[in-house]
């Protein structure tokens, strides 16, 4: 198409145009809700079975919104006449999603696969302080975490 | 206002002004949802204003309105007082005293001028005077450039304006706003009677001519210089907080719809419909001329909302190596036109 003097004006005009006529992409969200991609970052799940006190995503947090507490406990020997083995019991954590900037690498970073993220992203409060989610909270997200993705053909599966 | 020929002058009087009074924000508030709001929203896949009011936030803009009234008056240290307080009353006042002339039916007009195109081209120029006032008066050198850039603007753009009516004068043969919309009622293009003959069909040029000076008068994009947010803050309504900035938006909108009008009176035909008359013409009359301004500040919304700013010196290029010289060609070629009809 040879070019005309102001065709792109009238280009333009088009543009507005044509996206007036078609329907807005915003989503009146208290009304009507989007559901988000399956693992998109919404909170972060804590399962407290497999966490060991290691510190590794409270000191890898750049926010430092994680507090861990534990202590050491004296768990009964694995065989019989053996010494009782020394673990570290949870007593405490904490994630202060008023300050968690949702970078995830304490889920990256957890070596025993205690921290999860949930596409769960409805946890607004009225008081900032209620953001502060304790392991209680951060353990019912586990519900909603997916199933991890299957296994490539080949993978070797993990050990139990 | 024939109705009122019998009323006592100052009951007249009162009635105008009252009528003016409420026109003027009324219209303000209908531009302002339907097209700064809503058109805008859709154009940019948004939906604008949702809650407010319940259906579709019509109540947005009468609440913004009252939370400028309620805000501090500020006026700084440095600005000249009186001046800076009287600067957006002179900008008003210029939209109100433009209503005054616009009909919306042959017996529904405040006030119809046998000059009323002359009238309404000069009041609606009173206002670069509020806007020059509000810059200097502001103390603040965003301000001044602003108000200098509209100054600029304002007087280059007049001339296109009043050129691209001239030939709607010419035409009509007469500058009443009235005597312009009957005939463009009666007239006929070329010898044919089938409509009349609403200007855009013999005057299309001046009609272009006209909506892009408008834009420019309006100081809307793709001509708001004086406003430039990237580049002078708020131009002159920088230091103007609550009511004063309200009034600033006010005339800005309502002197929208006020051109609107112009330009449906001038070249659509204004309240006019072919072959309605008497009293059924004042009552279809403003739903008519409602239409039509829709129509044109549509134009002039869709183009603010379509384009980014030109830069000073194209503003300046437009208008004078432009705009001037096609207004004055067409002014040449409707008197041809007109002394071979």
Redesign the interface.
């Known amino acids: 198409m040879p070019d005309i003097p102001g065709q792109g004006l009238i280009k333009g005009l088009g543009v507005t145009l044509r996206t007036m006529l078609k329907p807005a992409v915003t989503t009146q969200y208290p009304k009507e809700k989007e559901a988000p991609a399956i693992r998109s970052r919404g909170v972060i799940a804590l399962h407290e079975g497999n966490c060991t006190v290691c510190m590794l995503c409270a000191r890898s947090c750049p926010d430092w919104c994680i507090y861990i507490e534990g202590h050491k406990e004296k768990a009964p020997p694995r065989r019989a006449g053996g010494r009782p083995r020394q673990v570290n019991a949870l007593d405490r954590f904490d994630i202060d999603y008023a300050l968690c900037m949702y970078c995830g690498i304490c889920v990256d970073v957890c070596p025993f696969d205690a921290l999860f993220w949930s596409p769960e992203y409805e946890y607004s409060e009225w008081k900032i302080a209620d953001l502060l989610h304790d392991k209680d909270r951060l353990g019912e997200w586990m519900d909603t975490v997916p199933e991890p993705p299957p296994l490539e053909v080949g993978a070797q599966a993990a050990k139990k | 206002m024939v109705i009122l020929a019998d009323l006592p002058y100052w009951a007249a009087t009162a009635i105008k002004t009252g009528v003016i009074l409420g026109v003027v924000p009324v219209s303000a508030l209908v531009l302002g949802y339907v097209f700064l709001m809503k ?1 805008m ?7 604008g204003p ?1 809650e407010p009011g319940g259906f579709h936030g019509w109540y947005q803009l009468i609440g913004d309105g009252i939370k400028f009234i309620q805000k501090e008056d500020i006026i700084p240290t440095q600005a000249d007082r009186a001046i800076f307080a009287m600067a957006p009353a002179v900008v008003l006042v210029s939209t109100f005293l433009l209503f005054v002339v616009i009909p919306a039916g042959p017996d529904l007009v405040v006030e119809d001028l046998d000059a009323g195109i002359f009238y309404a081209l000069a009041v609606s120029s009173l206002s670069v005077l509020g806007i020059l006032m509000a810059g200097w008066a502001s103390a603040n050198k965003y301000s001044l450039i602003g108000a200098l850039r509209a100054a600029g603007q304002l007087i280059a753009y007049e001339l296109p304006l009043v050129l691209a009516v001239v030939g709607v004068v010419m035409e009509a043969g007469t500058m009443s706003l009235q005597g312009i919309v009957r005939f463009q009622q009666h007239g006929g293009v070329f010898g044919w009677h089938g409509i009349g003959d609403p200007f855009i069909l013999t005057q299309l040029p001046g009609f272009l001519i006209f909506l892009v000076a408008a834009q420019a008068e309006l100081t809307q994009a793709p001509f708001d210089m004086p406003l430039a947010e990237s580049e002078l803050v708020a131009g002159y309504t920088t230091e103007y907080t609550g009511f004063r900035f309200l009034f600033f938006y006010m005339a800005e909108t309502a002197t929208a719809f006020a051109l609107a009008a112009i330009a449906a009176t001038l070249f659509l035909g204004g309240w006019a419909v072919p072959w309605v008359h008497g009293t059924v013409a004042n009552v279809l009359g403003p739903v008519v001329l409602g239409a039509k301004v829709m129509t044109v500040a549509f134009l002039i919304y ?2 603010r ?3 980014p700013r030109l830069r000073e010196d194209q503003l300046q290029a437009v208008a004078w190596k432009f705009l001037i010289p096609l207004s004055l060609l067409n002014i040449l070629v409707t008197a041809v036109f007109k002394v071979a009809y």
């Open positions: 058109t929203a859709h154009m940019q896949s948004r939906l949702m869709w183009i909302f379509t384009y």
